[in-house]
């Protein structure tokens, strides 16, 4: 079946640590994302990508980071630069970045919680 | 700046019929879609409009004036399983998807 994966599910992290949270599709689809969810708020967008070894930042991409070697891969760094970084993060994709019926399938998320 | 208002939280009975509304302020229009969310669980796609009007879809239907940026999200014939939040986006010029803060749905037998 076709989907995205994101591992860990929940992650525990120490203060001053950087944390890596892994997001794979096997939809075949060229635009990937990563949304934070606070509670009480919409989602906001940290970074995406429209295409392979390309990628931009969203509305609060400081204290994380990228890659996106391959196409089914999107990786999202947490670093210790991010000052609020317990939140539930969501993996998303579609396929393609700039049309207007671009539907996103996401992932499970990844939940992050900074002891 | 760019705004998407909806309820914080609705109640509804099973086999009742709901109404979520959605209003939007944003730099242009490329369409708006409403998603569902289970508790700690992946968003889901329900519907999309672009065009005035409403896009029925089994139980769900979906209204857009673009006129009064303003859309709803209809549910019929509830379900327990229907207990979830429902996000409102809206894709601005740029081609950015704006998200609603969501409107957690309880349904109660």
């Known amino acids: 079946d076709g989907g995205i994966t994101q591992s860990p599910k929940y992650l525990f992290r120490k203060e001053g640590q950087n944390v890596t949270l892994s997001c794979e599709q096997n939809l075949n689809h060229d635009a990937m994302y990563w949304y934070r969810q606070d509670p009480g708020q919409g989602l906001r967008l940290i970074y995406y990508?429209?295409?392979?070894?390309?990628?931009q930042k969203g509305d609060i991409a400081e204290g994380y980071s990228v890659s996106r070697e391959k196409k089914e891969s999107f990786p999202l760094t947490v670093t210790s630069a991010q000052k609020n970084p317990t939140a539930f993060y969501l993996c998303?994709?579609?396929?393609?970045?700039?049309?207007?019926?671009?539907?996103?399938?996401f992932g499970a998320g990844s939940r992050l919680t900074v002891l | 700046g760019q705004n998407i208002d909806q309820p914080t939280e609705m109640t509804a009975t099973e086999g009742a019929i709901v109404q979520i509304n959605c209003t939007y302020q944003t730099s242009g229009f490329n369409g708006l879609f409403w998603y569902q969310q289970h508790a700690g669980e992946a968003p889901t796609f329900l519907s999309y409009?672009?065009l005035d009007g409403l896009e029925e879809k089994g139980r769900f239907s979906s209204f857009l004036s673009r006129s009064k940026g303003y859309s709803y999200l209809l549910l019929k014939e509830l379900q327990m399983k229907d207990s979830a939040s429902y996000l409102c986006?809206?894709?601005?010029?740029?081609?950015?998807?704006?998200w609603g803060a969501g409107t957690k749905l309880i349904i109660k037998p």
């Open positions: 986006a809206v894709m601005d010029s740029n081609y950015q998807l704006i």
């Open positions: 990508s429209q295409i392979v070894n390309d990628f």
């Open positions: 409009n672009v």
């Open positions: 998303a994709s579609s396929p393609s970045g700039a049309s207007g019926a671009n539907v996103l399938t």
